[in-house]
Structure formats: structure tokens, C-alpha cells
């Protein structure tokens, strides 16, 4: 393993072994495909494998707290009877990480198929909507209060469609979207944790939204993301598929690598004696097209590991998430006319990333 690390660290320093180029093409997107798009999957055939999820993050370097936040519905016409809406956050702060949500019925969510709004649970303390400048307002209270958020993203990096349709599990009918619809954005409001009140003013914030038909146990991942002014990096990645995307902007420019054209490598694993599961401390991004190369190393700085609200039969597996916030350290290369790479952008700061695995039943 070892040699494997020296590797790598020398390949931000030297040059990497080129893959295929990209093919990726960025869809236009609007609003509305931040809407709900249960009713493009429903069909009477495998809709209580349906799931959305509006998914949202900051990372507020002055008061040192860093949040995710999730809106999200499972089986939404309660097929069966194991249908679910939930809220739910994670926050990582210098005291220690705390992980809290809240579960409902498939009656209490609503979404519109127009604009973004969500709305879950009675009242108005669990909603995302937006206003005329696309400036996003998400307010939660969950854990009898304990935790609660009131606050506003406003987009400083413009959406782009990940994946459309994606087959991501074993049978064809597993299909994922996924849209990044603030790769970047600054964030504004309060955090109140057991009591205590932070302040978020112009932290760096991301949200993207995920939706379709599988089987949970059929689909794990890697995902990381990180932004700065003018920097935009997102892995999604699919660990049992061919399907995965890297995409990265800077200064409104966008660059995509698709599966064959990027390798993570996972070079340094921790142990989670919870769950008996390892998942990885240090990963390598590697990816190149033909006029683009990126390389960044990911290293975690805290992890939580959440279970999925679902409650699986005997002798299925569950999936554990791993969510982590980490330092990433890159460089981007351009390929010049002569044939030579050139180092075009560095880049250094903090993010987030995610991995999960399989469990089986105890």
C-alpha cells in the first residue's frame, strides 16, 4: 500500500496514463427539474421501489460546523405499507457529530411537479421552496426541536444534469437521475443545535437531487463534492456499475469525465467496529480526456455512519452510508498544442464525500 501512496503523490507532481475522452453532453436545465418526477415513473410496475430525495450541505468555516441536510420520500403511494417521507440532518461540529431524523407518512409530503417546494410533516417547519431569483429558503425542525434550520442558498455555479435515466442496478427498470443544481452556493441563516445558535453568513453551500426506481441493496457509491468561488468538483460514482461521472468547473467552464476516463483509488481504510464495515481515509481522484487532466487527493476528517430508515426482511442486507466531511487537494492540467500538459489550476480546501456498503441482518 505504501507504494501505491508514494505513487500517486508523485502524480501531482508528474503525469498519469490517459483514458478514452469524454462524451458526455450537459443538458439544459431549468427549475423545473428540480420539481418532483414520481408521476414519469409511475406505471404500476415498480413504483414502491420509488425514491427522491432533495439533498443540500454547508460548510461554514467561521463558526466550524458543517451540515447536510435532507428532504426526502421512499414508495410514495405507501405500497405494501412501507412507504415513508423523511427529514433528516447530519452535523459535524468541533464538540462531536450528531445525526437526526424524522420519519412520516406518505401523507404528510408534498411536492410540486412545477417548481421546487416541498413540504413534509404538519405545518411549515419542514419545507424547501424558492423565489423569483432562484434563491433557495429550507427550513427544518426535527428531534422534538432539538435541531432545527432556517436558511437561504443562493446559486453562484449554474446546474448541470450528472445522470438521466442511469441504469444503476442489476435489472434494466433501475433507473437514477441525478441533477447538480447548485454545484456551488453561498448560504445565509441560522443553525440551532440543543439550544445553541449558529450563525451562517455566506458559507459555502451545494444541493442536488436525486430520483427514481432500484433496489436499495443493489446500488452503492461513491460520491464527493467541493466548492470555492470560481471551483466546482462532484464524483458520482457507482461501485458495482459501469456508470459513474467526475465533472469540475472553473470559472464557467465546465469539464466532464465519464466512467472510463476516471479511477479512484482508495488508498488508506479505517475500521467502523458499529457495523464491522472499513471505509476508505484517503481516496485518489485520476481522471483524463483528451484535453483535460485532473488529479486530487480526498482525505477524511470525520465520518458518521447512517443506516437507512427501512426496515429490510431477514436475510436481505442494508446499506451503511458513510458520511464525511474531507480536505481536498488538486490540480487540473490543460493539454497545449504541442502535446505538453500545463498545470492550469490548484486548488486546496474542504468538502464533502460519501461511501457506502452492504450489511447483512444480524
Known sequence: MRKTILILAGLLMLVPMGPSPATVSLAEVSPGDDAYHYEDFRDGKHDANYIEWWYFNLFDDTSDIQVIFHYSIINPDNILDFGLAGVGATVFTAEGIISEMDTFSTDSFYASEEEPHV???????????????????????IADGWLSWDLFYEPRIDPWFGAERE??????????????YMPGAHVTGQVVLAGKTYDIDQARGYHDHNWGEWITFHVLWNWAQYFEPGIALEIGDFRNRPVGVVSIEVDGQRTVFEKNDYHLYHTRWTFDPKYRKWFPSVTWLVAENKKKRLIVRIQTLATEALMSPLEMPCLLPDVVLYEQTASYTGR????KHQGAWEVSVKFHGKGFKEYSVLKWTD
Not at 413540504?119 to 425542525?141: A, L, Q, R, S
Request: overall charge negative; proline content about 0%.
Open 119 to 141: 413540504k413534509i410533516g404538519e405545518g411549515d417547519i419542514n419545507f424547501v421552496e424558492v423565489n423569483g431569483n432562484h434563491t433557495y429558503h429550507i427550513v427544518g425542525c
Open 167 to 180: 441504469n444503476v442496478g442489476r435489472f434494466k427498470w433501475e433507473q437514477m437521475s441525478w441533477l447538480v
Open 332 to 335: 487540473l492540467w490543460d493539454k
